[in-house]
């Protein structure tokens, strides 16, 4: 793996380029490490959502994680480019210029400097199963369509989960996620038939280093 990405200081370096009218999918998280999990999501994704492009966005750290293993920003950004090996998924450390590790924060800069583009939130069922202890998590609904990847046996916890019930009267049938990038927020659906079972956590060895890399 090549190690040569310079972290960007401005937002109009950190995002990637695009043109108004496209349809984004927004793919947040550590890459630590990137792995073809997050590939094959968002190729996923840009087939069944019918999307223009995925931005990966990773960030300076989780608040919901310990980050004492996360590694330079650097180093996760130039990895998560080699994985994702796709012109249609470009990799951005937005938040690292923007100073935040809120998505809410993230997503009302890119709504305001990007008002020409059509974006969908991107996440795991996992992640919808705690989506309810993000900041500002009613927020973050109103304000951008999300797209929920079903990540079994996360099914149940996922769809039973505090924010899934809130949300149950907006959420569209899965045969209509191709409109979602067109819906006003609050929207979602939930998306099956992805079997894949890697995660960040999964390759990492106990000293926080990436199998494979020590």
């Not at 990966?56 to 608040?63: A, D, E, K, R, S």
């Not at 293993?69 to 990799?91: F, K, S, T």
Request: net charge positive.
């Amino acid at each position: 793996m090549s190690n040569n990405f310079v972290v960007p200081r401005t937002v109009a370096q950190a995002v990637p380029s695009s043109t108004p009218g496209m349809r984004i999918g927004l793919l947040g998280g550590s890459f630590n490490p990137p792995h073809q999990a997050h590939r094959a999501i968002s190729q996923f994704a840009l087939k069944r959502l019918q999307l223009d492009r995925v931005w990966w966005l990773v960030t300076p750290g989780n608040p919901l994680k310990e980050n004492g293993n996360l590694h330079e920003l650097g180093e996760r950004m130039q990895a998560a480019r080699d994985v994702a090996d796709d012109p249609r998924i470009e990799v951005s450390c937005l938040e690292s210029v923007i100073r935040t590790r809120y998505t809410i924060d993230t997503i009302n800069t890119l709504r305001r400097r990007f008002s020409g583009l059509r974006f969908v939130w991107i996440m795991g069922a996992d992640n919808l199963a705690q989506f309810h202890r993000w900041q500002d998590w009613r927020r973050i609904a109103a304000q951008i369509p999300m797209a929920i990847i079903d990540r079994p046996p996360q099914s149940f916890r996922a769809l039973a989960s505090p924010a899934a019930r809130a949300l149950t009267r907006y959420r569209l049938p899965e045969n209509k996620a191709a409109m979602l990038a067109d819906q006003p927020a609050p929207a979602w659906v939930f998306l099956t038939g992805l079997k894949l079972n890697l995660s960040s956590t999964g390759l990492r060895n106990p000293d926080g280093s990436w199998k494979g890399t020590k």
